[in-house]
């Protein structure tokens, strides 16, 4: 059973073509990812889907009713200061029996003999009550439960709630209505890795549909069964994942490199027959007479042949498959600040707070020369804390960080202020020292700035396009420290690859902040784990770090498993006997399954 089904969708803004000969379809529970480069057009393909923009041509259709769609948008500004229970309801229907009701219970305390009102609120109450709203206020707070959705946040405003806590009540609100499809717009903006781990298994088991757009390349791994990459010219389908998807285009490259080689060598193969023949139509030509019907006869079967050969060409010519256009790679010599010493930065004991909060507690730390450092933790856990002491962009409340003075530091969001919004993208470039127009012409199409789009000026960019700007200043800039605080947050795909090469190659140190466990797999060789305002140093690189952490997760699951059994057993041994015979018997029976229970768990921890 369908329950989206879309034939041949184009879509023009300001008289421009966005994308066109569109055709997708989401199955019953399928979960579909929509992937593609920015300014594609995926968030306009959504909303037209959703018919709230009009496409130019292509028909849409629904297998289910409309009102059994959920959409979640990336950033509602909505009804913000609103608290979390009345956010999540509403735009239900129950919400506003209920408001009604409550205002006539309020008039009613300063007028409770008003016969008037006493009738209202009863009708008013009588209308609640057949649209089972006490059951339907119970099912509110058992979503948000289930959600995990804690009730000391129900009462404070949504706009205080942080990007994870947000996005499990967005997905409250659209459950309340039992979809049986969601579109979701990159739900995992600014979540933490704990919450997007969290969102991917709640999304498996969702029972309906899912079609969601996301740059996060694990988490299409994770939920995806099909993904859909967009381009200007259409869509096509893959089936699985990223990487699923990664694999069939790299075949279909390979495929389409033979196909180029193979039309090129009939190319080459007609010419040759081409010219071949025309210097046999001219020798034919010279000796040919008028009188002589034979030379004629001869003549004209040259003539064709050679004609025939010419319409090969022609239609090879017309259809002939272009060679897809290479990313270009960065070539410029790239050099770091001189940096001869082993230690860079020390940080000894120091800790921080934000009023009452600690964040963090007596941390030492020392980045090193060739440290690729990946830092990890929850939200709130003071990763960005960390990245701005070592910076220097704020004081510990004690300790010490100590920076040898070769060190240059490079931290993202500092050129991300530092844009000159008048500049244009070329100008902002060339403000790097010793960077000549044709460097900066080369890098800027390295990192998708091509053509005309290099006049653009810095005020006009998208967030994306703009800490592109700010990443390729900060690569250049002769800084021999990389910080880097969520450096791809705004970017696609095609751009986080591109970083992540583009670090890779970086021959100074590297501190980061991510969320993007590719990136980090690429790029770490060392992991700092923050919780509880404490650290903890992994010295492999993430990859390393993720097998650790779930062999340590799953040591704990047996850790606690093995001291229940444990427990029993001594609750067991240590019960009095008694004098009935089966009973006892039953009793030594449990007592050894529980003993080799017991043993086959420590034989797992051991191992």
């Excluded at 709640?202 to 757009?213: C, M």
């Excluded at 998708?448 to 592109?468: A, Q, W």
């Excluded at 986080?496 to 980061?512: C, Q, S």
Aim: charged letters at 30%; one cysteine or more.
């Amino acid at each position: 059973m369908f329950i989206l089904k879309a034939d041949n969708l184009s879509m023009e803004i300001g008289g421009k073509t966005l994308f066109k000969n569109v055709s997708i379809e989401v199955k019953d529970r399928e979960k579909v990812a929509l992937i593609g480069e920015n300014g594609v057009g995926k968030t306009t393909l959504l909303k037209g889907l959703l018919g709230l923009i009009s496409f130019q041509s292509g028909t849409v259709n629904l297998g289910i009713d409309k009102k059994e769609i959920g959409y979640m948008v990336q950033d509602n500004q909505i009804n913000n200061d609103l608290n979390v229970i009345d956010w999540v309801t509403a735009d239900h229907p129950n919400a506003v029996i209920k408001k009604e009701l409550e205002k006539i219970s309020s008039l009613l305390k300063e007028k409770p003999t008003n016969e008037t009102l006493v009738n209202q609120y009863n009708a008013q109450l009588q209308k609640y009550l057949d649209h089972n709203g006490f059951e339907w206020e119970i099912e509110v707070e058992k979503m948000l439960t289930q959600l995990k959705v804690p009730n000391d946040l129900w009462n404070i405003p949504f706009s205080s709630l942080s990007g994870g806590q947000k996005t499990r009540v967005k997905l409250t609100k659209i459950m309340l209505n039992s979809p049986k499809f969601i579109i979701l717009d990159e739900p995992t903006n600014h979540l933490d890795i704990e919450s997007i781990t969290w969102l991917e298994n709640w999304l498996k088991q969702f029972k309906g549909s899912v079609l969601f757009i996301s740059h996060e390349r694990e988490f299409i791994d994770h939920v995806a069964n099909y993904t859909y990459e967009l381009s200007p010219d259409g869509i096509k389908k893959y089936d699985g994942g990223y990487s699923s998807y990664k694999e069939q285009k790299h075949l279909e490259q390979i495929t389409e490199q033979r196909k180029i080689e193979k039309q090129e060598q009939e190319r080459k193969k007609l010419l040759e027959t081409i010219s071949q023949y025309k210097q046999w139509y001219d020798k034919a030509n010279a000796k040919a007479s008028v009188r002589n019907p034979y030379a004629q006869k001869k003549l004209a079967n040259q003539a064709k042949k050679f004609k025939v050969k010419e319409r090969e060409l022609e239609r090879l010519e017309k259809n002939k498959i272009n060679k897809p256009v290479e990313s270009k790679k960065i070539e410029t010599n790239l050099v770091s600040s001189e940096f001869s010493a082993r230690k860079m930065i020390d940080i000894s004991d120091i800790s921080f707070s934000y009023g009452e909060r600690k964040i963090l507690d007596n941390v030492s730390l020392q980045i090193n020369r060739g440290d690729r450092i990946a830092v990890v933790g929850t939200n709130g856990s003071g990763k960005t804390t960390l990245l701005k002491l070592m910076s220097g962009i704020i004081q510990p409340n004690s300790g010490s960080v100590l920076r040898n003075p070769q060190l240059k530091i490079g931290h993202f969001f500092q050129e991300l202020d530092n844009l000159n919004l008048d500049n244009t993208i070329l100008d902002e470039i060339l403000t790097i020292p010793h960077m000549n127009m044709s460097d900066a012409r080369t890098i800027l199409a390295c990192f998708l700035f091509r053509r005309e789009d290099v006049y653009k000026k810095i005020e006009t960019l998208s967030m994306g396009e703009k800490c592109r700007v700010a990443f390729v200043k900060l690569y250049f800039s002769n800084a021999n420290l990389l910080i880097l605080d969520e450096p791809t947050n705004y970017f696609d795909i095609p751009t986080r690859e591109i970083i992540e090469n583009a670090l890779v190659e970086y021959p100074g140190a590297i501190v980061i902040v991510a969320h993007d466990p590719y990136l980090l797999r690429k790029v770490a060789n060392k992991v700092v784990s923050l919780k509880n305002g404490k650290v903890s140093i992994f010295p492999g690189g993430y990859k390393e770090w993720e097998n650790y952490e779930n062999l340590s997760n799953v040591k704990q699951e047996i850790t606690n498993k093995l001291e229940q059994l444990q427990l029993q057993y001594v609750q067991l041994i240590t019960e009095e006997t008694t004098e009935d015979g089966t009973q006892e018997q039953d009793k030594l029976i449990k007592i050894q399954k529980l003993k080799e229970q017991i043993a086959e768990l420590k034989k797992k921890l051991n191992n």
